[in-house]
């Protein structure tokens, strides 16, 4: 008997795995890369090389490293951005339509079993932990919407849930299962601690872009200037890196904060506009959107107030366009309001 698991490198998914583990069953962990886990964005933009320590890990597959369980990385980003962007139950009280995300995973794992030989699903959910996606009539049509009446098994309130076909044909003992309930940690701590497994410091859901409420300001403030309602990977990406001003209805500015930033800004220069300088310390800007002469000269000037250079000090600004590159003067005025800019 073989079971797919959701793993996202949170403890409770961890902890689900090691349950079913203990009862003799197979497991597969698929995780997913959806676009928007902010370690796995912190991983990508990083230069250090892939076996440096200091380099930012995907704790899914440390985990399923440190468990010995076999993982398979999905990449749904490009239809997963679809969904994010017109989720059929809203969103929660940020940008996190959790309801559609569990429905759009669990149909991707669906989609899987028989190409892995596996008979059921299982998720480290816990009843009434979050309130949007995890109360006991949601749990039912997350499943039901993604095609999987009663084949999601989630071990650690499985108790306190109707019993599923795993459980019903005797492929898992019901009695082992767990009666995990709400939001307190206590009792995934004390399990982990039974399991002697550490390092899970990171709450459910403290992974994602979308519960994260700058990245949702940022998020539903680009949405309201899209009447498509389409964003594309590289918008979703920026939309979590450095400092953002909005120019005009099609025009951002975006301004690199640290060395991470600022390279990954440089990665996405292409068919942008980018601004540098080299002969103070000062962050990358990004313009993002149809610029002109005006555009420019104002991100010029905001990488000037951010820039090292003293008041009034004339700083020459590299802008990169596609073609050849130019240098402007730009004066540094540190005391330039950004805030009526600012996303
Ligand atoms: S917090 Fe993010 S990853 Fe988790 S269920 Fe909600 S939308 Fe999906």
Aim: with cysteine; glycine share 8%; net charge neutral.
């Amino acid at each position: 008997m073989k079971a797919l698991a959701l793993l996202s490198g949170g403890l409770d998914s961890a902890l689900a795995v090691k349950v079913i583990r203990e009862q003799g069953i197979d497991v597969l962990a698929l995780h997913f890369y959806t676009g928007f886990c902010i370690t796995e964005r912190k991983r990508r933009m990083d230069v250090l090389a892939e076996d440096d320590p200091r380099r930012y890990k995907n704790d899914a597959l440390a985990t399923a490293r440190s468990m010995g369980v076999p993982v398979e990385v999905l990449d749904i980003s490009q239809e997963y951005i679809r969904m994010v962007t017109k989720p059929k139950h809203g969103y929660g009280a940020n940008a996190n339509p959790c309801i559609d995300c569990r429905v759009f995973m669990l149909r991707s794992a669906a989609e899987h079993l028989e190409e892995f030989g596996a008979s059921f699903i299982i998720t480290g959910e816990v009843l009434n932990q979050r309130p949007m996606s995890q109360r006991r009539p949601t749990l039912g049509i997350i499943e039901k919407e993604a095609g999987l009446d009663r084949l999601v098994l989630r071990p650690l309130s499985a108790k306190l849930l109707p019993v599923t076909i795993p459980e019903e044909r005797g492929w898992v003992d019901r009695e082992r299962l767990l009666a995990i309930e709400g939001r307190s940690r206590k009792p995934q701590i004390e399990l982990a601690a039974r399991y002697g497994i550490t390092g899970f410091a990171q709450p459910a859901g403290g992974c994602c872009f979308l519960a994260d409420e700058t990245y949702a300001e940022r998020f539903h403030e680009l949405l309201a200037h899209k009447p498509d309602r389409e964003l594309t990977q590289d918008e979703v990406m920026l939309l979590g890196a450095g400092r953002h001003f909005r120019l005009t209805d099609s025009v951002k500015v975006i301004v690199g904060r640290d060395r991470l930033e600022n390279n990954l800004l440089a990665r996405y220069k292409s068919g942008r506009i980018f601004l540098t300088c080299t002969v103070v310390g000062s962050p990358s800007v990004l313009i993002d959107g149809p610029a002109d002469d005006v555009a420019i000269e104002t991100a010029a000037g905001i990488l000037a107030r951010y820039s090292d250079a003293g008041q009034g000090l004339s700083i020459p600004i590299v802008v990169e366009n596609g073609g050849p590159s130019r240098t402007i003067h730009v004066t540094a005025n540190k005391t330039f309001d950004l805030d009526p800019l600012r996303v």
